[in-house]
């Protein structure tokens, strides 16, 4: 009878299955012509003093016509010297160095795209970097496609340690999990580190973002662009439009950045993402519990097993294939470990989103 409880893996095996289908027909994109639109990249930052020469320089250095592109960088209220660092650069010919009209990286995004002049907008994060070709082959892209917007690849950066590697690895299947969706027309996340869109869309649904969230504006905007029929998202698949950001550093980082992934999740009203988000934590508690009643009827660790070899099986498709085509296939000897973690990581989310959401100690 306990075997039955293999029955909630299917919804599971179903979704990550045909994520990993869409996974497997990409096919990368090759820029044939050098096109040239006005394009403005914006940068909320808060506190980048350090950071943000770095992305200031790869900008500066891109293979693109610097006549063709702004660059906004909005302070976020630093308490460092992010704006004077801003103003200072003198390597990119359109630069806008602004002061938030608000508080949040909401109103600073908000505050970046009204001041902006390009129909396409291109967001990434203080703590990236950029190859030279990133503008090109997104304008590229977008010239030849003309989708309402355009979900890029991001990279963490390569870090020693299992702590690092488990970000890593995990960031990757997300990565995954976002291309997958996407390339099946049913995509349920992207990530503003590496994002563009028409100011036109931003614009037309800015007042749907939860200003009220600290985190989430892009997932917003993609679902808002996403329910209305005959609306173009698209993933572009190309190390040239990659950018590389960075792990977070310690631990308590790490379940606070994860802990305000979560928070806007109850947000969400795009019904797919529900039904994967439901989907997804049910196993993952499932998981946890079997392991957990294991160790008081030890008949329990068998299905334990066969749960676990059954969720992995298309855990690692899915990271086999995006550690592939992120030339990270060395990652994968951390999989099993990451794979005994994740429940109790999960976990760990949870009652830490719980404990500053309620105030109550666990």
Same mark, same amino acid.
């Given at each position: 009878?306990?075997?039955?409880?293999?029955?909630?893996?299917?919804?599971?095996?179903?979704?990550?299955?045909?994520?990993?289908?869409?996974?497997?027909?990409?096919?990368?994109?090759?820029?044939?012509?050098?096109?040239?639109?006005?394009?403005?990249? +914006? =940068?909320?930052?808060?506190?980048?003093? *350090?950071?943000?020469?770095?992305?200031?320089?790869?900008?500066?250095?891109?293979?693109?016509?610097?006549?063709?592109?702004?660059?906004?960088?909005?302070?976020?209220?630093?308490?460092?010297?992010?704006?004077?660092?801003?103003?200072?650069?003198?390597?990119?010919?359109?630069?806008?160095?602004?002061?938030?009209?608000?508080?949040?990286?909401?109103?600073?995004? *908000? %505050?970046?795209?009204?001041?902006?002049?390009?129909?396409?907008?291109? %967001?990434?994060? $203080?703590?990236?970097?950029?190859?030279?070709?990133?503008?090109?082959?997104? =304008?590229? &892209?977008? $010239?030849?496609?003309?989708?309402?917007?355009?979900?890029?690849?991001?990279?963490?950066?390569?870090?020693?340690?299992?702590?690092?590697?488990?970000?890593?690895?995990?960031?990757?299947?997300?990565?995954? +999990?976002?291309?997958?969706?996407?390339?099946?027309?049913?995509?349920?996340?992207?990530?503003?580190?590496?994002?563009?869109?028409?100011?036109?869309?931003?614009?037309?649904?800015?007042?749907? #973002?939860?200003?009220? #969230?600290?985190?989430?504006?892009?997932?917003?905007?993609?679902?808002?662009?996403?329910?209305?029929?005959?609306?173009?998202?698209?993933?572009?698949?190309?190390?040239? $439009?990659?950018?590389?950001?960075?792990?977070?550093? %310690?631990?308590?980082?790490?379940?606070?950045?994860?802990?305000?992934?979560?928070?806007? $999740?109850?947000?969400?009203?795009?019904?797919?993402?529900?039904? #994967?988000?439901?989907?997804?934590?049910?196993?993952?508690?499932?998981?946890?519990?079997?392991?957990?009643?294991?160790?008081?009827?030890?008949?329990?660790?068998? =299905?334990?097993?066969?749960?676990?070899? @059954?969720?992995?099986?298309?855990?690692? @498709?899915?990271? &086999?294939?995006?550690?592939?085509?992120?030339?990270?296939?060395?990652?994968?000897?951390?999989?099993?470990?990451?794979?005994?973690?994740?429940?109790?990581? =999960?976990?760990?989310? &949870?009652?830490? &989103?719980?404990?500053?959401? %309620?105030?109550?100690?666990?």
């Amino acid at each position: 009878m306990q075997w039955l409880i293999l029955i909630v893996i299917i919804p599971y095996l179903y979704f990550l299955l045909k994520i990993q289908a869409g996974l497997a027909s990409i096919k990368p994109f090759h820029p044939d012509e050098k096109t040239e639109i006005f394009i403005s990249v +914006i =940068v909320a930052c808060r506190d980048e003093e *350090r950071r943000l020469p770095f992305l200031l320089s790869d900008i500066s250095g891109q293979n693109y016509n610097p006549d063709m592109f702004e660059l906004i960088i909005v302070d976020d209220n630093s308490s460092d010297s992010t704006f004077k660092v801003a103003t200072g650069f003198r390597s990119v010919k359109n630069l806008k160095v602004l002061k938030n009209n608000g508080s949040g990286k909401k109103k600073a995004l *908000r %505050t970046g795209v009204e001041a902006s002049e390009g129909t396409l907008i291109i %967001t990434t994060d $203080a703590d990236c970097r950029t190859g030279k070709n990133w503008l090109t082959t997104i =304008v590229s &892209f977008y $010239a030849g496609n003309k989708p309402e917007m355009i979900i890029c690849p991001v990279k963490l950066e390569s870090g020693k340690g299992f702590f690092l590697r488990f970000q890593e690895l995990e960031f990757l299947s997300l990565q995954g +999990i976002t291309a997958g969706t996407s390339i099946s027309r049913n995509p349920v996340m992207c990530n503003g580190a590496n994002l563009a869109f028409l100011k036109e869309s931003y614009l037309r649904y800015a007042d749907s #973002l939860h200003d009220e #969230l600290s985190s989430g504006d892009d997932v917003f905007l993609l679902h808002n662009i996403k329910k209305e029929p005959g609306r173009n998202i698209l993933w572009l698949e190309s190390d040239q $439009a990659l950018v590389t950001t960075q792990n977070a550093d %310690t631990l308590s980082s790490f379940l606070r950045q994860r802990a305000r992934w979560i928070s806007k $999740a109850g947000a969400y009203k795009d019904l797919f993402t529900q039904v #994967l988000a439901i989907v997804t934590f049910v196993t993952i508690s499932v998981q946890l519990l079997l392991i957990t009643f294991g160790l008081f009827f030890p008949g329990l660790l068998w =299905v334990f097993a066969a749960f676990f070899v @059954l969720k992995s099986i298309p855990d690692f @498709l899915i990271l &086999f294939n995006t550690t592939w085509r992120y030339e990270e296939r060395s990652l994968l000897k951390w999989f099993i470990p990451s794979q005994l973690v994740y429940p109790v990581y =999960v976990l760990a989310i &949870f009652l830490y &989103f719980l404990r500053h959401k %309620t105030g109550v100690r666990f």
